[in-house]
């Protein structure tokens, strides 16, 4: 599920799955955030959302604790460009503005500005 891309690299780590999360795939989005998460120096994970189509429960609780992990090891875990159906989900869990995605009004939360 991790794949190469621009912008990797200086404490820096993009994850970019494709397809659904849910209960079926999040186990292989697990093992990517984990491998992320001990990757010396790491300052960042993004996870980009461009080939996502779908998200539920499994798939949220999994960017959650990865963020929450990432927290814990001195970095931060950030969603950027959303499918509109996956965006609604992130919206609608409040998820979306706690890891990096504007809100609305295209306002970041408070703590990211």
């Known amino acids: 599920m991790q794949l190469p891309t621009p912008g990797e690299g200086h404490g820096r780590v993009v994850l970019a799955p494709v397809g659904d999360l849910d209960i079926a795939t999040v186990p292989g989005l697990q093992r990517d955030l984990d491998e992320a998460l001990c990757r010396p120096g790491l ?5 980009d959302l461009t080939a996502v189509t ?4 499994t798939g949220v609780a999994a960017l959650l604790r990865g963020a929450a992990e990432a927290v814990g090891r001195g970095a931060t875990l950030r969603l950027v460009d959303p499918q509109p159906v996956v965006s609604r989900v992130l ?3 409040a998820v979306g503005r706690l890891l990096g ?3 609305d009004h295209g306002d970041p939360a408070p703590w990211r500005r």
Request: overall charge negative; aromatic content about 6%; cysteine-free.
């Open 91 to 93: 919206r609608i869990t």
């Open 54 to 57: 779908f998200l539920d429960s």
């Open 43 to 47: 300052l960042e994970i993004v996870v």
């Open 101 to 103: 995605l504007p809100d």
